[in-house]
Each structure stands twice: as C-alpha cells, then as structure tokens.
C-alpha cells in the first residue's frame, strides 16, 4: 500500500492545512475502542463497539461466527471503522473505509495475536487456532467439556480515512485509491 492522497475539504471547519497522515494513523492505531458499521442482508445497517488493532497498515478485530457483524460480513465486506471522542471542541474522530477480508493464515494470525496482546494486555491473550482464527480473548466460564467458540479475524486495509478535527474544526481525507 502506497502513501494516501492527502487534502483538507476547506468546506467543513476552520483549519488551515489538513492533518498529516501519520498522526491520523496514530490515532487510530491508539484508540481503546472501536465502533463497526456493517450491513444486514435487509439493508439495515449494523453499528457495533469492539477492540482492534492496527497491524502492517491494516485494521484488524475479530468476532463469533454466530454475531451479527460476522453474518453480515459475509454477505457484504464493506465496513466503516469510527473511533474517536464524543466532544464537540476537542480531539479528533477518524473514519476508516475498506472492505473486510478474513484472515487465515497462521503466520498472520501469530501477528496479528501479538498485536493484541501487546496492546490490551493478558485479558485478551488470544491464541491461534489450526482452523484459522482465534480462540481465547478473555472468555471465562468455559467448561472444561466444552469447545471453545472459534473467533474469525478479519483485516480491512484502508481505502479512504476521514480526520475530523475538533480545534479547529476540519475535514481532512486521506484517500488511497
């Protein structure tokens, strides 16, 4: 993935030159919390909270194949990743578009586990699974009989990431089609 194209929309705020590309992606790579928008197969949108990481310059989260944001994942990969502050006259709030992919490779997965553990520490230790995605994650009161659900890992590399500034007010896009 090259540099994105990088411009402040002079129609939305105040600011003067638009946000480097990689303070956004600091921001994004920091954040504790993220809030994902998928489709139903309806057309109703599907707007959940999760935990991620940001890895090789992709987003990265996992979820239960029975979730909703995973059913509707599979009929449609198109995601928005929000993450920000709910402040009007600070912060920044940043937008990701891409298209969810699923993760299978065992190498990536290793890395992508890491990533997590690294970042949110031993509550979400997860451990990669022969079948292709992760297990553990801070699952407790799992029998000792019982299968542990297999969690998919899904990667959604960036296709355009909308920077909203707070003081002062902007719009900067960073676009990498």
């Given at each position: 993935m090259s540099e994105p194209t990088t ?66 994942l599979l009929d449609d990969p198109g995601v ?98």
């Open positions: 411009h402040l929309d002079a129609r939305y705020g105040d600011a003067t030159a638009p946000l480097p590309w990689a303070r956004t992606q600091q921001l994004f790579a920091t954040a504790e919390l993220y809030w994902l928008s998928t489709v139903r197969r309806d057309g109703r949108p599907h707007v959940t909270p999760l935990i991620g990481v940001w890895h090789d310059r992709s987003f990265y989260f996992c979820t239960g194949q029975e979730e909703q944001k995973c059913r509707n928005s990743v929000t993450t920000g502050s709910n402040t009007w006259s600070s912060g920044t709030d940043v937008v990701l578009e891409g298209s969810a992919a699923q993760v299978t490779d065992q190498y990536e997965l290793a890395e992508v586990s890491a990533a997590y553990l690294a970042k949110y520490g031993e509550d979400w230790r997860f451990e990669v699974h022969d079948e292709g995605g992760f297990v553990g994650g801070g699952r407790e009161g799992i029998e000792e009989d019982e299968t542990e659900p297999l969690a998919l890992v899904f990667r959604v590399p960036p296709e355009k990431v909308i920077a909203f500034t707070k003081d002062p007010h902007g719009q900067t896009t960073h676009d990498f089609a």
